[in-house]
T-cell receptor, first 114, second 111 residues
Framework: NAGVTQTPKFRILKIGQSMTLQCTQDMNHNYMYWYRQDPGMGLKLIYYSVGAGITDKGEVPNGYNVSRSTTEDFPLRLELAAPSQTSVYFC?????????????FGQGTRLTVV | QKEVEQDPGPLSVPEGAIVSLNCTYSNSAFQYFMWYRQYSRKGPELLMYTYSSGNKEDGRFTAQVDKSSKYISLFIRDSQPSDSATYLCAIYKAAGNKLTFGGGTRVLVKP
């Protein structure tokens, strides 16, 4: 059972470079999310999607872009990497929102911008 | 003021002790309350959820919500070294579909 799969697991970027963090889920979940986790700061929502073709900003969207062309995939794009984007990024998916919502998380991508 | 506050720890206890974890929140519109467990270098996984004031038990875990004080707790009885992890509270507000996480408390259970 794959669940939520993120690639890559680790990446070092230079300032100004761009990259795409990949996220795929095989649970047919409509809802998908991208979070970043900084030490002691909890998870901050970057973007989320309630279905294919629909995306919306979370708390910290600046510097990122997303797309949702299929139910399974929800890639996160960093266009001009900055040191402030050094973090651990988690993709998650859920069947619904609210009570009984369990968000399933991927293993995370550790990104360092130097 | 953060919407959800959680002591970062670390909280170190001997095996078999009761672990007590707390979160406070500021927005009374929050409706559903969850606890996630995150092992080192892994994604969080849901432990428990509740939406009402009072206690909810699941095995060695008890989640407690006090909406009047805006305070939620997680108790782990008979703690085991395998309980060593970071525990994050998460609170959901239906209006705006917003799930807000606390910063997490790191717990270490020593054999």
């Amino acid at each position: 059972n794959a669940g939520v799969t993120q690639t890559p697991k680790f990446r070092i970027l230079k300032i100004g470079q761009s990259m795409t963090l990949q996220c795929t889920q095989d649970m047919n979940h409509n809802y998908m999310y991208w979070y970043r986790q900084d030490p002691g700061m909890g998870l901050k929502l970057i973007y989320y999607s309630v279905g294919a073709g629909i995306t919306d900003k979370g708390e910290v969207p600046n510097g990122y872009n997303v797309s949702r062309s299929t139910t399974e995939d929800f890639p996160l794009r960093l266009e001009l990497a900055a040191p402030s984007q050094t973090s651990v990024y988690f993709c998650a998916s859920s069947y619904s929102l609210g009570l009984n919502t369990e968000a399933f998380f991927g293993q995370g991508t550790r990104l360092t911008v130097v | 003021q953060k919407e959800v506050e959680q002591d970062p720890g670390p909280l170190s206890v001997p095996e078999g002790a009761i672990v007590s974890l707390n979160c406070t929140y500021s927005n009374s519109a929050f409706q559903y309350f969850m606890w996630y467990r995150q092992y080192s270098r892994k994604g969080p996984e849901l432990l428990m959820y509740t939406y009402s004031s009072g206690n909810k038990e699941d095995g060695r875990f008890t989640a407690q919500v006090d909406k009047s004080s805006k305070y939620i707790s997680l108790f782990i009885r008979d703690s085991q070294p395998s309980d060593s992890a970071t525990y994050l509270c998460a609170i959901y507000k239906a209006a705006g579909n917003k799930l807000t996480f606390g910063g997490g408390t790191r717990v270490l259970v020593k054999p």
